[in-house]
Protein backbone atom coordinates (compact mmCIF):
# COMPACT_ATOMS: atom_id res chain seq x y z
CA UNK A 1 0.00 0.00 0.00
CA UNK A 2 1.27 3.17 -1.51
CA UNK A 3 1.75 6.05 1.42
CA UNK A 4 0.41 9.44 1.12
CA UNK A 5 3.53 12.37 0.99
CA UNK A 6 1.99 13.78 4.70
CA UNK A 7 1.88 9.80 5.93
CA UNK A 8 5.80 9.51 4.97
CA UNK A 9 7.16 12.77 6.43
CA UNK A 10 5.20 11.59 9.54
CA UNK A 11 6.99 8.26 9.32
CA UNK A 12 10.27 9.71 8.58
CA UNK A 13 12.79 10.21 10.86
CA UNK A 14 15.59 12.71 11.76
CA UNK A 15 18.88 11.47 12.21
CA UNK A 16 20.94 10.01 8.64
CA UNK A 17 23.87 8.64 10.47
CA UNK A 18 25.78 8.03 7.23
CA UNK A 19 25.79 11.59 6.80
CA UNK A 20 28.48 11.62 9.75
CA UNK A 21 31.53 12.77 8.69
CA UNK A 22 33.07 14.15 12.44
CA UNK A 23 33.85 17.78 11.11
CA UNK A 24 36.29 19.69 13.03
CA UNK A 25 37.53 16.88 15.20
CA UNK A 26 41.23 16.54 15.37
CA UNK A 27 42.58 13.52 17.64
CA UNK A 28 45.70 15.49 17.85
CA UNK A 29 48.30 12.83 16.46
CA UNK A 30 49.18 10.78 13.54
CA UNK A 31 47.02 7.72 12.81
CA UNK A 32 50.13 5.58 13.05
CA UNK A 33 50.47 6.68 16.64
CA UNK A 34 46.55 6.75 17.61
CA UNK A 35 47.50 3.02 16.36
CA UNK A 36 50.34 2.19 18.67
CA UNK A 37 48.62 3.90 21.45
CA UNK A 38 45.43 2.02 21.03
CA UNK A 39 46.68 -1.45 19.92
CA UNK A 40 49.54 -1.68 22.60
CA UNK A 41 50.45 1.30 24.81
CA UNK A 42 46.66 1.63 26.22
CA UNK A 43 45.78 -2.03 27.01
CA UNK A 44 49.28 -2.06 28.83
CA UNK A 45 48.99 0.80 31.09
CA UNK A 46 45.41 -0.58 32.24
CA UNK A 47 46.85 -3.91 33.20
CA UNK A 48 47.06 -4.38 36.70
CA UNK A 49 50.71 -6.01 36.57
CA UNK A 50 51.90 -2.29 35.32
CA UNK A 51 52.76 -0.20 38.45
CA UNK A 52 51.30 3.22 39.01
CA UNK A 53 55.42 4.89 38.34
CA UNK A 54 55.59 2.64 34.79
CA UNK A 55 52.08 3.72 33.70
CA UNK A 56 52.65 7.22 34.80
CA UNK A 57 55.83 7.35 32.37
CA UNK A 58 54.21 5.41 29.67
CA UNK A 59 51.28 7.81 29.56
CA UNK A 60 54.02 10.64 29.30
CA UNK A 61 56.24 9.07 26.26
CA UNK A 62 52.44 9.45 24.92
CA UNK A 63 52.42 13.07 25.32
CA UNK A 64 50.25 13.08 28.67
CA UNK A 65 51.28 16.15 31.40
CA UNK A 66 51.65 14.11 34.64
CA UNK A 67 52.74 15.95 38.51
CA UNK A 68 54.08 14.25 40.33
CA UNK A 69 53.35 11.44 43.17
CA UNK A 70 50.38 10.56 40.48
CA UNK A 71 48.35 7.23 40.91
CA UNK A 72 46.50 5.97 38.62
CA UNK A 73 45.08 2.96 39.09
CA UNK A 74 44.57 -0.20 36.90
CA UNK A 75 41.69 -0.63 34.44
CA UNK A 76 41.65 3.36 33.71
CA UNK A 77 40.57 3.73 30.29
CA UNK A 78 42.36 6.74 28.55
CA UNK A 79 40.84 7.84 25.03
CA UNK A 80 43.81 9.88 23.80
CA UNK A 81 47.04 10.54 26.83
CA UNK A 82 48.04 13.65 24.70
CA UNK A 83 45.16 15.12 25.56
CA UNK A 84 45.26 14.47 29.42
CA UNK A 85 46.69 16.84 31.88
CA UNK A 86 46.71 15.72 35.98
CA UNK A 87 48.53 17.55 38.35
CA UNK A 88 50.73 16.48 41.40
CA UNK A 89 49.50 14.06 44.43
CA UNK A 90 45.92 13.28 42.48
CA UNK A 91 44.29 9.82 42.08
CA UNK A 92 42.31 8.23 39.72
CA UNK A 93 40.65 5.19 40.81
CA UNK A 94 40.29 1.60 39.18
CA UNK A 95 37.97 1.54 36.25
CA UNK A 96 37.95 5.26 35.42
CA UNK A 97 36.94 5.90 31.87
CA UNK A 98 38.33 9.39 30.78
CA UNK A 99 36.72 9.39 27.35
CA UNK A 100 39.03 12.80 26.41
CA UNK A 101 38.38 12.97 22.55
CA UNK A 102 39.04 16.54 23.91
CA UNK A 103 41.24 17.99 26.62
CA UNK A 104 40.58 16.79 30.54
CA UNK A 105 42.53 18.84 32.48
CA UNK A 106 43.00 17.33 36.63
CA UNK A 107 43.84 19.71 38.92
CA UNK A 108 46.31 18.86 42.42
CA UNK A 109 45.12 16.82 45.20
CA UNK A 110 42.08 15.56 43.13
CA UNK A 111 40.66 12.24 43.59
CA UNK A 112 38.95 10.88 40.57
CA UNK A 113 37.14 7.63 42.35
CA UNK A 114 36.13 4.41 40.83
CA UNK A 115 34.79 4.23 37.57
CA UNK A 116 33.27 7.72 37.36
CA UNK A 117 33.28 8.85 33.42
CA UNK A 118 34.77 11.95 32.11
CA UNK A 119 32.82 12.44 28.69
CA UNK A 120 34.18 15.24 26.75
CA UNK A 121 32.47 13.85 23.92
CA UNK A 122 28.98 14.60 22.60
CA UNK A 123 26.61 14.80 19.49
CA UNK A 124 24.32 17.88 17.62
CA UNK A 125 20.88 16.38 18.83
CA UNK A 126 18.90 18.61 16.23
CA UNK A 127 21.69 17.78 13.02
CA UNK A 128 20.61 15.29 10.74
CA UNK A 129 24.46 14.11 10.22
CA UNK A 130 24.53 14.25 14.14
CA UNK A 131 27.84 15.70 13.87
CA UNK A 132 30.29 16.04 17.31
CA UNK A 133 29.42 18.46 20.04
CA UNK A 134 32.38 18.02 22.30
CA UNK A 135 34.03 19.94 25.21
CA UNK A 136 37.02 19.96 27.37
CA UNK A 137 36.37 19.31 30.93
CA UNK A 138 38.44 20.64 34.48
CA UNK A 139 38.64 19.35 37.75
CA UNK A 140 40.17 21.88 39.68
CA UNK A 141 42.49 21.52 42.61
CA UNK A 142 41.38 19.66 45.60
CA UNK A 143 37.88 18.17 43.66
CA UNK A 144 36.39 14.91 44.58
CA UNK A 145 34.93 13.29 41.58
CA UNK A 146 33.04 9.94 43.85
CA UNK A 147 32.16 6.47 42.17
CA UNK A 148 30.61 5.87 39.43
CA UNK A 149 29.72 9.98 39.25
CA UNK A 150 29.29 11.24 35.20
CA UNK A 151 30.89 14.58 34.07
CA UNK A 152 29.78 15.67 30.59
CA UNK A 153 31.28 17.52 28.26
CA UNK A 154 31.70 21.45 28.48
CA UNK A 155 31.77 21.43 32.67
CA UNK A 156 34.44 22.55 35.09
CA UNK A 157 34.34 21.25 38.31
CA UNK A 158 35.18 23.85 40.55
CA UNK A 159 37.98 24.31 42.99
CA UNK A 160 37.67 21.74 46.58
CA UNK A 161 33.76 20.72 45.28
CA UNK A 162 32.66 17.57 45.80
CA UNK A 163 30.54 15.58 43.27
CA UNK A 164 28.66 12.24 44.97
CA UNK A 165 28.64 8.68 44.41
CA UNK A 166 26.33 7.83 40.74
CA UNK A 167 25.88 11.76 40.43
CA UNK A 168 25.36 13.07 36.96
CA UNK A 169 26.92 16.80 36.29
CA UNK A 170 25.88 18.50 33.30
CA UNK A 171 26.94 22.26 34.49
CA UNK A 172 30.05 23.74 35.92
CA UNK A 173 29.65 23.18 39.89
CA UNK A 174 30.99 26.07 41.87
CA UNK A 175 33.98 25.89 44.16
CA UNK A 176 33.49 24.28 47.37
CA UNK A 177 30.44 23.36 46.47
CA UNK A 178 28.42 19.64 46.56
CA UNK A 179 26.70 17.63 43.67
CA UNK A 180 24.28 14.26 45.17
CA UNK A 181 22.65 12.09 43.10
CA UNK A 182 19.25 11.44 44.06
CA UNK A 183 19.44 9.06 47.20
CA UNK A 184 17.10 5.59 48.12
CA UNK A 185 14.07 5.86 50.67
CA UNK A 186 14.11 3.55 53.59
CA UNK A 187 10.66 2.75 54.02
CA UNK A 188 9.12 -0.20 56.62
CA UNK A 189 11.14 -2.73 57.55
CA UNK A 190 9.93 -6.39 55.94
CA UNK A 191 7.69 -8.59 58.57
CA UNK A 192 10.08 -11.25 60.64
CA UNK A 193 9.77 -14.85 60.44
CA UNK A 194 6.57 -15.57 61.88
CA UNK A 195 4.97 -12.17 61.18
CA UNK A 196 1.49 -11.89 59.28
CA UNK A 197 2.36 -11.15 55.81
CA UNK A 198 -1.38 -10.07 54.74
CA UNK A 199 -0.34 -6.58 53.35
CA UNK A 200 1.65 -7.65 51.14
CA UNK A 201 -0.36 -10.06 49.87
CA UNK A 202 -1.91 -9.75 46.29
CA UNK A 203 -5.69 -8.05 46.66
CA UNK A 204 -8.53 -10.55 46.37
CA UNK A 205 -5.86 -13.29 46.73
CA UNK A 206 -6.05 -15.76 50.01
CA UNK A 207 -2.08 -15.70 51.55
CA UNK A 208 -2.05 -19.08 51.06
CA UNK A 209 -3.27 -19.24 47.63
CA UNK A 210 0.03 -17.00 46.70
CA UNK A 211 2.58 -19.67 48.17
Known amino acids: ?23 GYDKGRS ?9 VAEPLSRSILCP ?8 RAFGATIGENVNIRNDVRIHW ?7 DNSWIGVGTYL ?43 GAWVAARATVLR ?3 IGRDAV ?16 VFAPRSEVNEPLPTN ?11 VNSEEQQ
Not at 168 to 175: H, S, Y
Request: with cysteine.
Open 1 to 23: MTQTPTAEAANRHLRRLALFTGK
Open 31 to 39: LPICAAWAM
Open 52 to 59: PSARAKLL
Open 81 to 87: PWKLTVG
Open 99 to 141: LNLEPITIGQDVCISQQAFLCTGSHQAADVAFEYDNGPITVED
Open 154 to 156: GVT
Open 163 to 178: VGATALVTKDVPAQSR
Open 194 to 204: GSTHDHLATPG
